[in-house]
């Protein structure tokens, strides 16, 4: 988290490979005070201080924690990916985590480990998008720790969120009839990673930039809480297929999906829908996949975002995928998972 910040009233140049200390210092320097008042004590303690609970127990909130590792070679290629895309790509992921959960996030804390030559430049570039983000979300950079790394940057982004007691949208909470909800659309990261894997020299920020620079739905998550929309809930980070099947074990039930209901990303020129294969099975949409009963009316758009009912739970404990002319197969997670041969 060092090096030359865009924007800010005075230029930090920091070299990579000075004291912990001082790096901490310059790092506390470039997030400034905390804006969230939640946070009574940041940067440069043993511990962050959250005060999280307010005297009334009518206001009691609970506090929602998330990790995600962030790894040179598995979630990002420098050559492929800018500074600012993995800084902000890193913060973006725990954020989806909070959204998914309905909450609020407060803060967040990185430990990052990087090689001996990287060039300061980049690592500024990526510190400056990670914050830049933060801020928008009202949430504060309060702590973390640094490392040397041995080979690549490694990345691990904690963020603290809350939501009011009990409130918090899990997983388990899906019924047989209840209705399967997706928000935007799905399947463009995964066709960007495959056209970068076809033709690795070849960029495509403007074609898709949301895999580049994906947009958290907190505010979505939030509104389905507040309006007890939905019954379970979760992000789409490792894909359709893999994430209805989280939901589906920890809730007991099965799942049919419409496959002409699914909501395809475009890109390109001209711009065409991806293969479906990539909305059922691609990673690193960061959108919200839920269930919601029956008598309950979802809008078709909630703050402002599409969301689209794309099948319904069943009681069967399998997944099916049916076509147009209701012929249907049974449909295995292959979305991302790690050590998978």
Known sequence: MLGSIAG???????????????????????????????????IGDDCAVL?????????????????DFTLEGVHFRRDWHSPESVGHRCLARGLSDIAAMGGEPVAAFLSLALPRHLPQSW????????ISLAERYGVTLAGGDTAESPNGVLADVVVVGTAPK??????????????????GELGGSAAVLSRLQKNPKRKLPRDYPRHFFP??????????????LASAMIDTSDGLSTDLAHICEVSGV?????????PRARFGKPAKEVDLKFALHGGEDYELLFTAPRR??????IAGVPVTMIGHVTRFRKIFLMNENGVGFELKAQGWEHFRK
């Open 215 to 228: 947009e958290p739905r907190i505010e979505l998550g939030r509104v389905l809480r507040e309006k007890g």
């Open 8 to 42: 800010r009233a005075s230029l930090i140049v920091v070299a990579v490979v000075i004291a912990e200390k001082a790096l901490i210092a310059q790092v506390r320097r470039m997030v400034g005070p905390a804006t969230n008042p939640a946070v009574q004590t940041g």
């Open 296 to 301: 309950k009316r979802v809008p078709s758009r």
């Open 166 to 183: 009990g409130t918090a949208v899990l997983r388990s909470g899906a019924r047989p009839g209840d209705r399967i909800y997706v928000s």
């Open 123 to 130: 690592v500024g570039r990526f510190a400056h998008s990670l």
């Open 51 to 67: 005060r999280l609970l307010s005297r009334g127990k009518k206001n009691e909130r609970d506090t929602l924690v998330t990790t």
């Open 254 to 262: 099965g799942a049919e999906l419409q496959a002409e209901a699914i």
